[in-house]
């Protein structure tokens, strides 16, 4: 087969593609496996190597393109021959056939539901993370006490202190100044009411000489 995929066109290729696309989503229809069945196709070895070949639509890359993937079920069943031999009976495929169309009917409503319980969960899952996230927020937006501001507070303390010392310090330093001042003023008096005493005293021996 792949020397015959080897030696086949472009346009060969796609409509092959094509064809067994087209033959593998009729594998779907209960009612056209009993039509196989009944005209011996199920059979014919060749044709049972071609079912084997058939089941590379199962890979990601092919299967995307089928509208009823419930087709590669019964390609999977088509691989026993137990049940190639047991599709020949109608009822059987009566039986298959009601099957299938129960799990059409409910498939939406099972879906739909089943895509409620996830979005559900999921929803749940990011309310309870969001709010753990606005817990952590929360706590770490709460004021701390800051040891550091009552140290400065302290420091302040000390300084408005220190400088009230200082300024005392200052004030007792201009009294003493001043009164030092005031001390030699009056010392300054004093000598100069002592120095007419001394000229007077002296005026008659200049009054002799």
Known sequence: MSTYAAIESEEQQKLRWQVELEFV?????PNYLNF???????KDQAFINYLKYLQYWK??????????PMCLYFLDLLQ????RRE???????????DQAILQWQHYTRKRIRMLNAVNGNASSQINSTSGNNIDGMV???QPQPQQGGQASTNALGG?????????SNSQQSQIGQQQTGQQQLNGNSSNSSIVPNQ??????LMQKI
């Open 36 to 42: 196989l069945a009944q005209r011996g196709y199920f």
């Open 59 to 68: 890979e990601p890359e092919y299967a995307k393109y089928l509208m009823y």
């Open 159 to 167: 300084n408005m202190q220190n400088g009230t010392v200082t300024s």
């Open 139 to 141: 706590e770490q937006q």
């Open 25 to 29: 989503q009729c594998l779907a229809n």
């Open 87 to 97: 599709i020949v009976n109608s009822q059987c495929c009566k039986f298959i056939d």
């Open 199 to 204: 000229s007077n005293a002296g005026a008659p």
């Open 80 to 83: 026993y021959e137990h049940f």
